[in-house]
């Protein structure tokens, strides 16, 4: 029933006339609306019936505690198939005055909560370290949870992913093997994958959280979520919206978008979402910059372009990808996908700037015939580059779900056109909308094409996304990230009517932790409740052109950050390690 309807119902007919002239009429009451939502009851009978979890912590990477946790794979059948879920926390130094416990999510999909909360002592302002325990869930199919398995053998997923292994296909061959196994991934998640596959959505982490929080002894959820944990983030708000204190999301999807409504449903959801739009933005951005900075401080402004110069690379590597011989890494090409590809990973960091810049002066000179020295000393740089990117390539052995995890959720979750055979010309229209990057984002979801991706999840929530929450959420969104458009921030903060939207002037994929202002403002939130005043603009700490980069992102190995120990209070803080958003974005790829 809808809530208007609702409030009506409730409130009945008032105003009765009593007899006798002494007695005046009542005043009619006005119907007065709720105040906020509440969690609707179908969705308050599916995790409530949950017994709460007893958590049996083990201590676990020298500062951590660990658990795990059987869940119903099915919340309407609760006492069916269970699945595994696995709980990493960093206890509060000041228990005494502890708030609860702090959620976080790093995205992805796919992306784990547990390791961004073992990391969370190197990058989480002190005063949240000090008064919440940090709480991470690897979400149902993902790490050290029970998990997506779409194929039998790494035999049989390696063959099936052979044409996926560009940064996204270019020619019209690799757009027919891009298809092909496109198909093969689909088909297989929506056979082999299953039970879990189809039992994974956003709506099932979400359920999944809320019985956690339970567990953990909260009685209302704080969450902090970075790019597609603003989705989850979300979702819970919509699904639970009076279940938590505080919820900030950070590097926004909007979530109407992510889901395709309406006509919308049978569009690419790059053409909902907009990342490319933002990259693009970026890109243009950062080389107008540097023309303004000058060659001093920006060596691709001595081409009198840099807008033009990286077009010109653009277009000498469509035509014809670069090959590169050195004499200490051997011969390896670059294609123009390579390069959009190495682009927009570099986007994601706040210094970014400086890999753009770099690699396009590289690539400008390598491409050169009449480059002469300066074409021999940029191979030997992008040969150094090769080394760096053929020791982080991954091998065949343990099985890697990273790609099936992310399909996992955003197949199940969203709308998307037919047929995978249909990528080719739709993303070419996402190129003519938003050049180089339109592609790159478009074709990641060309497994999801509804005739090969055919499991699904009946408990799916497709919104509505609209709800008055009984508490505010903090939406955040920066200026110029290259993968959750800056607009996606601002239409979140519109569909929520008890949300604050702030926004910064800052560079990479997400804000918290680039910008002091932002920074402060979060933790505030998080901590008191308190929102940042209407309207608030924060700047980024780092600006391109202006300084040195000073700080890095977080390392989310477990065993490297178990080997480091846990930071000191006041000791110097790095950039949280956010997952990205798709698969396969990143440094230059090696053939």
């Not at 007695?23 to 119907?31: E, G, K, R």
């Not at 081409?303 to 035509?319: E, I, N, Q, S």
């Not at 290259?482 to 997400?510: C, E, F, I, M």
């Not at 979060?522 to 308190?530: E, I, R």
Request: charged fraction near 25%; glycine fraction near 8%; aromatic fraction near 8%.
């Amino acid at each position: 029933m809808p809530r208007a309807i609702r409030s009506l119902a409730a409130t009945g007919i008032a105003g009765v006339v009593l007899a006798g002239p002494a007695v005046a009429p009542a005043a009619a009451a006005t119907p007065q609306p709720p105040a906020y939502d509440r969690t609707s009851a179908a969705e308050a009978r599916r995790v409530d019936r949950v017994p709460t979890p007893k958590l049996d912590w083990y201590a676990c990477y020298d500062y951590a505690e660990c658990a795990t946790v059987r869940l119903p794979l099915d919340y309407d059948n609760p006492k069916g198939a269970t699945t595994e879920v696995a709980l990493l926390r960093v206890k509060a130094r000041d228990q005494q005055h502890k708030v609860g416990s702090l959620f976080l999510n790093p995205g992805g999909p796919g992306g784990s909560g547990t390791s961004i909360a073992l990391a969370a002592p190197y990058f989480l302002g002190d005063d949240l370290l000090d008064r919440f325990d940090i709480v991470g869930v690897d979400p149902r199919g993902v790490e050290a949870s029970d998990n997506v398995k779409c194929f039998r053998s790494v035999k049989d997923q390696t063959r099936a992913y052979a044409g996926l292994n560009v940064a996204f296909p270019w020619t019209k061959a690799e757009e027919k093997a891009y298809v092909a196994a496109s198909k093969a991934v689909g088909k297989a998640c929506s056979t082999t994958g299953k039970p879990l596959t189809g039992a994974a959505s956003t709506a099932e982490v979400a359920r999944d959280m809320d019985v956690l929080r339970r567990a953990v002894g909260d009685k209302k959820l704080s969450y902090l979520g970075f790019s597609y944990g603003t989705a989850l983030g979300q979702y819970y708000a919509n699904m639970f919206p009076d279940r938590f204190r505080a919820l900030v999301v950070d590097g926004v999807l909007n979530p109407n978008d992510w889901v395709g409504q309406g006509k919308a449903r049978g569009e690419l959801q790059e053409t909902r979402l907009r990342s490319a739009d933002g990259a693009y933005k970026a890109l243009h951005e950062i080389l107008v910059r540097c023309d303004k900075a000058g060659a001093e401080q920006c060596a691709l402004a001595a081409t009198g372009d840099p807008v033009a110069a990286y077009d010109t690379v653009a277009k000498r590597l469509r035509k014809k990808p670069a090959v590169i011989e050195d004499p200490d890494f051997g011969s390896f090409t670059v294609t123009y996908a390579d390069f959009v590809g190495a682009t927009l990973g570099a986007l994601y960091d706040p210094y970014g700037w400086t890999s753009v810049v770099d690699l396009t002066s590289e690539l400008l000179a390598a491409t050169d015939p009449a480059a002469g020295k300066a074409a021999a000393s940029a191979r030997q740089a992008l040969a150094a580059r090769a080394a760096q990117a053929r020791q982080q390539r991954g091998y065949d052995f343990p099985y890697d779900n990273g790609l099936e995890t992310f399909l996992t959720v955003d197949c199940t979750d969203a709308y998307h056109p037919k047929s995978a055979d249909a990528w080719p010309a739709l993303s070419a229209k996402e190129d003519q909308r938003a050049p180089y990057f339109g592609r790159a984002w478009a074709w990641g979801t060309a497994p999801c094409a509804r005739d090969t991706w055919t499991v699904r999840d009946e408990d799916a929530w497709t919104g509505p996304f609209n709800r008055t929450t009984a508490a505010p959420v903090l939406v955040v969104g920066n200026y110029w990230d290259p993968a959750t458009n800056y607009q996606g921030a601002v239409g979140s903060a519109k569909l929520l009517p008890n949300s604050r939207l702030l926004s910064s002037d800052s560079w990479g994929h997400t804000a918290y932790g680039t910008s002091a202002c932002v920074t402060g403002r979060v933790d505030k939130y998080l901590l008191t409740g308190k929102l940042p005043a209407k309207g608030t603009l924060c700047v980024g700490d780092a600006q391109p052109f202006q300084g040195e980069p000073t700080a890095d992102r977080a390392d989310a190995s477990k065993s490297a950050l178990a080997k480091a120990g846990e930071p000191g209070r006041g000791e110097p803080k790095r950039l949280p390690p956010v997952a990205t958003p798709r698969p396969a974005v990143g440094t230059l790829t090696v053939r």
